[in-house]
């Protein structure tokens, strides 16, 4: 049974910080790759930042390339999203994911391939 909690969402003034927490169980992240999403109401899910399974690569949306960084520790088995410098913009539920193949790194921004989703928490910047 795999599982994705996901936590460290909240309330923030623009220019803030936040870190989101991403702990899996059931499948060891040392061997496949996760992906942060966020859901904006009346919007699709957007691809925000994804992280291979060996941590070497890293792929972000262009909205945040500078701002956030998705890291991972293995030990813990969590994945991790550093979010500097919010903006109003990045108001959103806010998803991880966890990839559908082992050891693959490609297509890392298509939501198609990831198998599982946590529940999502809530970011929300205020102006």
């Known amino acids: 049974q795999v599982a994705l909690v996901e936590s460290g969402g909240g309330l923030v003034q623009a220019g803030g910080s936040l870190r989101l927490s991403c702990a899996a169980s059931g499948r060891t992240l040392s061997m496949y790759g996760m992906g942060w999403f966020r859901q904006a109401p009346g919007k699709e899910r957007q691809f925000v930042a994804a992280?291979?399974?060996?941590?070497?690569?890293?792929n972000y949306a262009d909205s945040v390339k500078g701002r956030f960084t998705i890291s991972k520790d293995n030990a813990k088995n969590t994945v991790y999203l550093q979010m500097n410098s919010l903006e109003p913009e990045d108001t959103a539920v806010y998803y991880c994911g966890i990839r559908r193949r082992v050891y693959y790194a490609v297509r890392a921004s298509e939501a198609s391939e990831y198998e599982y989703w946590g529940q999502g928490t809530q970011v929300t910047v205020s102006s």
């Open positions: 992280i291979s399974w060996n941590g070497l690569m890293r």
